[in-house]
T-cell receptor, first 113, second 113 residues
Framework: GAGVSQSPSNKVTEKGKDVELRCDPISGHTALYWYRQSLGQGLEFLIYFQGNSAPDKSGLPSDRFSAERTGGSVSTLTIQRTQQEDSAVYLCASSLRGRREQYFGPGTRLTVT | GENVEQHPSTLSVQEGDSAVIKCTYS??????FPWYKQELGKRPQLIIDIRSNVGEKKDQRIAVTLNKTAKHFSLHITETQPEDSAVYFCAASQGGSNYKLTFGKGTLLTVNP
């Protein structure tokens, strides 16, 4: 079946602009995660959604970052007033309820100039 | 919070040799330890995982071992092939209601023909 998809694959934006990144999880997966991968670094947890429960936002680095998940499926990560340090690959993962295995999308490479 | 250390950061082996990557974790509550393989420009792919109730798991040429007392786990790849060349990430997570992963910084494995 179809895997996790993300769009856009690449995004170049000017410092100070807002960006929206989209994630479509695997159909039927109720858990959705956002991670950030900076150059040469491991993946850093940002936010977690599980069904209709309140999201775990503990990994968001600042209040410029927010995310929502509509209808328990598609998720959008929004970064306001982008800074150069926001440049990274933003990865989304999903999993079945109660399962530990997370399946990743291809990521969105964000470059802030 | 959890902290995962991964070593070495780079590893070069000859085709047919074995490769070992080691990780340590800090939080004794962690009970799930996946390994991901990421080829250049691609998404991370889950290759094997282990739960804290077992000490070893094998899948063809790859195996993972876990020492809960010492809080470390390792990935073993035998009979390496050039297509094993990639960045490998270890991760750890706790149970409960949030399965967010804490990742190591990755190991770049190069298998020379």
């Amino acid at each position: 079946g179809a895997g996790v998809s993300q769009s856009p694959s690449n995004k170049v934006t000017e410092k100070g602009k807002d960006v929206e990144l989209r994630c479509d999880p695997i159909s039927g997966h109720t858990a959705l995660y956002w991670y950030r991968q900076s150059l040469g670094q491991g993946l850093e947890f940002l936010i977690y959604f599980q069904g209709n429960s309140a999201p775990d936002k503990s990994g968001l680095p600042s209040d410029r970052f927010s995310a929502e998940r509509t209808g328990g499926s598609v998720s959008t990560l929004t970064i306001q007033r982008t800074q150069q340090e926001d440049s990274a690959v933003y990865l989304c993962a999903s999993s079945l309820r109660g399962r530990r295995e997370q399946y990743f999308g291809p990521g969105t490479r964000l470059t802030v100039t | 919070g959890e902290n995962v250390e991964q070593h070495p950061s780079t590893l070069s082996v000859q085709e047919g040799d074995s490769a070992v990557i080691k990780c340590t974790y800090s939080d004794s509550a962690s009970n799930y330890f996946p390994w991901y393989k990421q080829e250049l420009g691609k998404r991370p792919q889950l290759i094997i995982d282990i739960r804290s109730n077992v000490g070893e798991k094998k899948d063809q040429r790859i195996a993972v071992t876990l020492n809960k007392t010492a809080k470390h786990f390792s990935l073993h790849i035998t009979e390496t092939q050039p297509e094993d060349s990639a960045v490998y990430f270890c991760a750890a997570s706790q149970g409960g209601s949030n399965y967010k992963l804490t990742f190591g910084k990755g190991t770049l494995l190069t298998v020379n023909p």
